[in-house]
């Protein structure tokens, strides 16, 4: 496929030709994913090998010890291994492809490629990359590999699924016109300044910017991934901690080996095999066998978990709520006291402990603590509460007549003991409910399609896990007018919680940011468009073959899990 059709012409210079050192600009102070009044700077502290890039396990210098080995983590089908084109494979994209911050299990990003990234007014923002990055064929990883693939995941035509995740640069609209073929084919707020350094122009100021640049969409491509992008996803290179070892066999594994030249925190081990399987119990029974090393835990097995695992089932609370949304664009819901009965008619420790066996925690608002700046905590008062006695006033209140409701969410996905268990409670709890229907569809794809058509006829499974940990994510592309993923907030739309979300995003510091996401939450939180049910956790197991498996906002931790000899 040449590069024509993917909306660019790759530019091709002197490559390999070193560019001078960057340092900080003469005066500006230089912070660790810090605010300083209207100057947001992330920078990093460390050498340019990686050594200010971790937390938790190989912390050190990029030279960790190698302590040999391979390890296994089971997986479903990965739709892609481009990072700008999949919505699923974050551990494979995590081992080939490093971006230019990482969370780990804090709050805030660090530098991994980047050296830093400024602003003086949270529009214009120069990211400058750390120096003697490689890709996987021994190529610079230059400002040039960001910027063009950037570009191909915005230039609308190629239908890249991570497109959306740059709409906030300028000329992004021209490049996905609602009406035919865009006239251009590159962001106009896209400018390489040399090797190690480019320039981003936003549409608006977004405090959020650099959180936001853990994203797939943000990573960088290689010159190859152009020539052919879907021989290039079929055995990506990348400039991660992990190659390919030879080519991803469909429905079988993808198998990768340790990158002896990485500049980030070195792996452990040796390689690492992503185990395909087609659900998540023969995963999971694979694993209590030592037959796969690493499993995310079906709901299923929440009961039986630390049983079979002992210490080695981890729990990481990210930012990730589950809810029960509401078809807002009929009539008979349009009353708050309705939803709000629904929601007194649930009690949510009974279902946690029934079938989630206490994992979850039950949730009183959008947001657990475990955010940046903070949670809201809280926020749905009484309204959360467990009070059949005031759901039933609530109910009556709302002049509802119908004996039936319905109850919609995804069939095939692991939740029907969930809401086969608030349907009970809600018919059980509310007098004047005789039945509640489940309508089930085959998979998200069909249920998803019911919300967006306005076809579902009755409340419905909500959830959203955010991609990196502020307030930011959820509210804009769930609850506002400009989200992407509102279809689980069932039409639902305020202008004043709009207003809120913009003027965070303009905000000067991180702090008044998230005062004001927190009003926009507290607005939100009184229309009551669903009911919170819990925050939800990433949950994992791993045989007894590996140790130091850690799990945060990026999910698992690869390079620093140890075989075990």
Sequence with gaps: MSASRFGFRRRRGNRGASSPRLTSRPGSRVLLAGVVGALLIVSGCGSDDGGDSGESGSEGDGAAENTGGTFSVGTDEPDHLTPHRMTGAFNEVDALFSGLVEFGDGTEPKNLHAESIESDDNIVWTITLKDGWTWHNGEPVVAEDYVDAWNATAYGPNGWANNAQLSNIEGYDELNPQDGEPEQDTLSGLEVIDDRQFQVTLK????????????????????????????????????????????????????????????????????????????????????VAGQVDIVSVPQTRFQQVEQDFGDRFISFQAVRLDWVGFPLWDERFQDKRLRQAISMAIDRDEINEAIFAGIYEPATSLHGANVGGGGTEGLCGEYCEFNPERANELLAESGWTDSTLELWYPGGVGYDQTFEAIANQVRQNLDAIDEVQLQTQPGFPAFIEALEEHSATGMFRGGWGSLYPTMQNQLTEVWSSMGSGRAGAGSYENPDVDALIQQADAASTLDEANELYKQAEALIMDDFPGVPLFYATYNFAHSENVSNVIVGFDEIELTDVVVNS
């Design 204 to 287: 608006s100021a977004d405090s959020q910017f650099p959180y936001k640049l853990k994203l797939p969409g943000f990573y960088a491509l290689p010159a190859v991934a152009f020539e052919d992008p879907d021989a290039f996803d079929e055995a990506p290179i990348g400039n991660g901690p992990f190659r390919m070892d030879g080519t991803w066999e469909h429905d079988v594994q993808i198998s990768m080996v340790r990158y002896e030249d990485y500049r980030g925190p070195q792996p452990n081990a040796d390689g690492v095999i992503f185990k395909i399987y087609s659900d998540q119990e023969t995963a999971y029974t694979d694993a």
